[in-house]
């Protein structure tokens, strides 16, 4: 049994070499029809960085030929099912707009979307992919709005503008809790809720970022000269109606009743 093991051992590293041997001679070779043919194979393997390097060299041979579309679109999903998602979003987008008739081009505009949706990171950071993920998650459902993974895209889309939802409450929480550091942040934190309240309306903070609002107001003219007071209170008031309109059962009632009791009290 031990023998046998040795042999079989020996035969996998005898086909392991001589799988080497012939893509290092694949890539000295100047036959790039054969490369390309190659690639095609490594492919099928699912051996996507052997693929992806033979394509570099194929693909700019190939342009303007008959293969110029075939090799440019399986350059982008060599480095699509690589998880490589910028390269692979730079060649989708060259085939949109170099080959709008590709025969994949719908397949191209739904990849590339969903590789900018890759790239997007966790909430505290720079939310550009998010953002470039929604522009063309959009841009797909246009183009083809009766197609089934419409619904795919819009799902897509929803969680993207809950996190760029999310980054706005944060930076609003971080105004707030700066309070009045190097000048007045509240003003900032009611700033950038409502604008996170009129660009994602119905978000999951949209809540706390009403109540943020409210309660900044009231710092505001607590914290204001007599000339401002009153009409800062009316502010106050305003935005009480506003957020018990919105949000009549809220777990924060108690504290916008509190709220809305001293606005009144320092107008009477």
């Known amino acids: 049994m031990k023998q ?5 051992y020996i035969l996998l590293l ?3 070499l001589a799988s080497c041997s012939e893509y290092q001679a ?11 043919e190659k690639a095609k194979e490594y492919y099928e393997l699912e051996q996507y960085e052997k693929a992806a390097t033979l394509l570099l060299e194929v693909v700019p041979i190939f342009k303007g030929t008959s293969l110029a579309e075939e090799s440019l679109y399986l350059q982008a999903m060599t ?3 690589q998880g490589d998602y910028t390269y692979a979003e730079h060649f989708f987008n060259q085939i949109i707009r170099t080959y709008p008739r590709h025969a994949n081009v719908k397949e191209c505009y739904f990849n590339r979307a969903y590789c900018f949706y890759m790239q997007s990171p966790r909430a505290k950071l720079d939310q550009s992919s998010s953002k470039q993920a929604i522009e063309a998650f959009a841009i797909y459902m246009e183009i083809y709005p009766d197609d089934p993974t419409v619904e ?3 799902k897509y889309i929803n969680e993207l503008q809950d996190k760029l939802a999310y980054k706005s409450y944060l930076n609003a929480n971080l105004y707030y809790n700066l309070g009045s550091y190097l000048g007045n942040n509240y003003q900032s934190a009611i700033i950038t809720a409502e604008n996170c309240l009129k660009e994602y309306p119905g978000n999951k903070h949209s809540e706390e970022l009403s109540f943020l609002i409210l309660d ?5 003219a607590e914290n204001s000269i ?3 007071q009153d009409s800062r209170y009316r502010n106050v008031i305003d935005e009480y109606y506003s ?9 924060m009632k108690k504290k916008a009743d509190a709220i809305f009791e001293k606005a009144q009290k320092a107008l009477n």
């Open 4 to 8: 046998i093991k040795n042999i079989f």
């Open 14 to 16: 005898s086909l392991s």
């Open 26 to 36: 694949l890539l000295k070779s100047t036959d790039y029809n054969l490369k390309y």
């Open 79 to 81: 480095y699509f099912r």
């Open 152 to 154: 795919e895209a819009r």
């Open 216 to 220: 900044s107001r009231f710092i505001i």
């Open 226 to 228: 007599d000339e401002k």
């Open 243 to 251: 957020f018990m309109n919105d949000y009549p059962e809220s777990d």
